[in-house]
Each structure stands twice: as structure tokens, then as C-alpha cells.
């Protein structure tokens, strides 16, 4: 069975090291300033000429409040105005790269995230859609895959049920631990009635999906009132749910600066608050689809997965790795064929280069051929727990053993420690590696010994 896990005490405490997540590879701090927008413009017209379908994905920063933990692009503030300027900012890029695609790649996947999309209102959202359908070809039978990331405390009924006029079919929502205390740590207060009544608005108007996400390290949390969270979130019935990591990087993330260090779980209580957490959501049928996330059996990830046809990108696990991923609005990343880039991450200078009719790509990366083979051995350990060397070998026409040949020590050692089986045929995560994966994945990251491992996170 896919989703069994063995947990190993000892096996964590050796593995858990700090590593990349793999939403790519090479990583995002792989990328560098000599990819720019002609790279961007050269990539469209290859997606055009081969008609490939494109998922879409919308970077709304803005916040009306902070939360300390938070690691992502935003601006936090309390005036609705500045979302306009943004906008008209983001409906130029949004012509900008359309005119380079061909009205018949279909968008199968669009999702809106942030800081929170349901900052924008009801109005600036319409419009923003309209945009959209009038540059891209969004599908209008409901078959595609529309997401957008919900903040309970700025949607209620009628939110919901414009999201869903609009096209959206599937939603995100925060929640990250229901413990009063725990909210007031990190400046994120949010009841479980604000909660229960978006997700009945969306189960009434029949939303495909509904993900919940959790955070479990936060100041003030214990492995007890940790339990209490995951059991009224399983009382919701999300049908998938994320189950983050918290990493601490105040050096990093000027928000974090703000949580008291000293009220956080000890590395013990943490690894106790997962092994439970695992324990409640399996008892209660979900699935470990691995890195973080959880999914019901009968959920399209659970089911590709089954399949062997899940895959990974910037957005996590998906089923739509197949299409070109376009990122709009600032610090959005996109991956066309072999090109990854990412617009400026400053919302001034995204603001003034799209002003100036210039797309804000800063950064980026294209993919050697030793990349390609690495993204296609780490992309199918991290989806299906295990790895086919044949088909590497014809995919890439390499000898996989040779290819890889001063990898096997660290492999056979995992094997040997129980991770993975090693066979001349392939290798295979064992349930006491899965939540290990990511660890499994580094040994063929040729990029992360010159890294800095503090920009990471650790894998449990």
C-alpha cells in the first residue's frame, strides 16, 4: 500500500537533516540574474509551437494582517486602495504574455495565492477573472482544476459564492492551529466557527475540493492541544489537508523576529506532535501522499498516485505536471519546458518595469541535461516512493549505475539502514523512508553541497 508509514525514532533523528523541499529541481536558489525576459519570450513561443496546455498561476501579496510565521511574498496593509495600482500592473503583464501563447492552449489548472487572494474585492475579483478569460483560454464547463487560497477571516457566504461564479472549484484554507494561545503567539486569530462556515458555504456550492492547511512547531503548541486541532479539523472532512513544518528563520523572515523562541516546542515535542498527527489522520482514512500532505483514498492526488502519474511542481503535488506553469504578479515563478524564471520579488520595481510595457522577470534557470535527468530521478521518488531505473535509461540513454555510479555508497548505506531497497532494477522508499523522502532525494542533488543548508528547512 501506497500509503503506509512506519515510524522510526532512530531513522528521523539520523535523516532529518535540513534540505529543499523539491517544488523544482534545480531549486529556486539555483537561479540567477543572466536568465532574464528574452528567455521568458524564447520559451512562450517554444509552448506555442508544440500547443502545450498551461496551468496559471496569480500572486495576490497583499495582507490586512500580519502573521508572524509567515515565509511568504506579501505587503501587509490595512488600505484596499493599493490593490489597484497592482492590478493594472498585473492586467499588463497578463497581455504581455498572453500575446505570445496561442488561444488554443487550454488552461487546465489556475490558482490564486498570496498573501490572501480574498483581499481583493468583489469587484476588483471580477474584473481580474474577466481579464483572464479574455487573455487565456480558461475553460467554462468546470472540468479544470481553479483554485485559490481563502482566509476564513476575509470570505463568508458571499465571497464564496462569487469564487465559485467565477470558475474557482477548488479552495485552500488557512487554519494552522485552533489553540487560543497559539493564535495570539502568532498574531493569527481565528475561530473554528469563521472556519466551519466557510467550509459549508463551499461544500453547499459544490466545490470540488476543500485543503486545510496546519502548521505544527508554533510558539505555545504542545503535542496535546496539537491533537485537539487535528481532531476538529478532521470533524471538517477536508478532502486534503498540508501539514507544514514550521521552520524558524528570523534571520531570514523579518516576521518571525516578533515569536518568542523560547516559547517554542522543544525538537522532541515536535516529532511527537507528527508521529500523533500521522496516527489521527490515518486512523481516519487519509492517505500520506507524501511531504507534508494528506489526502482522502478517493482524492484525484491519492488516486495519481496509485497511478503513478502524480507529479510536483511550484504549487506541490499536482496533476497537471504536464502542462507549462506561467507565474503572474510579483515573485511569481513560472517552468516552461526547460526554463524556470521568476519575476522581481519587489513590488516597487514589478510595479515600474510592467509600467514601462516590460515583463519583471529578474531571475531564472535553464535546465542542462544533467538537471533533466536529476529532476526526473527526484520527480519520481518524491510522487511514487520509488524510482525505475530502465526507464531513466531510456528516457536519458544513460547507464543509470555508471550515470550515478559515486552515489552508491549513500545509497547502499540507506538501504542498509532500512530507508529504501536498493535492486538492480531500481529503488524503493520503504514505509519507515517515506516521511524521509526529501532525504532520499538529496543524495542525487548535485547543487547542495555548495549550498548554505540554514536557507532550508529540515525535513521533519
Known sequence: MLDAIRWDTDLIRRYDLAGPRYTSYPTAVQFHSQVGTFDLLHALRESRKALRPLSLYVHVPFCANICYYCACNKVITKDRGRALPYLQRLEQEIQLIACHLDPGQKVEQLHFGGGTPT???????????????????????????????????????STMGLLRELGFNRVSIGLQDLDPAVQRAVNRLQSLEETRAVIEAARTLQFRSINIDLIYGLPKQTPDNFARTVEEVINLQPDRL?????????ERFMPQRRINSHELPEPAEKLQMLQ???????????????????????????????????????????????C???????????????????????????????????????????????????????????????LDFEAIEQQFNIDFRGYFGDLWPQLQAMAEDGL????????????????????????????LEQQNRQRFSRVI
Open 276 to 322: 500523533r498527527t500521522i496516527e489521527q489522520l490515518t486512523a481516519a482514512g487519509y492517505r500520506y501522499i507524501g511531504m507534508d500532505h494528506f489526502a482522502l483514498p478517493d482524492d484525484e492526488l491519492a488516486i495519481a498516485q496509485e497511478e503513478s502519474t502524480l507529479q510536483r511542481n511550484f504549487q506541490g503535488y499536482t496533476t497537471h505536471g504536464h
Open 420 to 447: 529504501i531497497t536498493l535492486s538492480n532494477e531500481g529503488i524503493e522508499v520503504l514505509p519507515a523512508g517515506r516521511l524521509l523522502v526529501r532525504s532520499v532525494c538529496m543524495v542525487f542533488d548535485t547543487y
Open 242 to 250: 498540508s501539514v507544514f513544518n514550521y521552520a524558524h528563520l528570523p
Open 119 to 157: 483581499f481583493l474585492s468583489h469587484d476588483e475579483l471580477r474584473q481580474l477573472m474577466s481579464h483572464l478569460r479574455q487573455h487565456f483560454n480558461l475553460l467554462d464547463d468546470d472540468s479544470g482544476d481553479y483554485g485559490i487560497e481563502i482566509d476564513p477571516r476575509e470570505a463568508d457566504w
Open 324 to 386: 507549462d506553469l506561467i507565474g503572474l504578479g510579483v515573485s511569481a515563478i513560472s517552468q516552461i519546458g526547460d526554463l524556470y524564471c521568476q519575476n522581481s520579488s519587489d513590488l516597487t520595481q514589478y510595479q515600474n518595469l510592467l509600467g514601462g510595457a516590460q515583463l519583471a522577470t529578474s531571475r531564472g534557470l535553464v535546465c542542462n541535461q544533467d538537471d533533466r535527468v536529476r529532476r526526473a530521478v527526484i520527480q519520481q521518488l518524491i510522487c511514487n516512493f520509488s
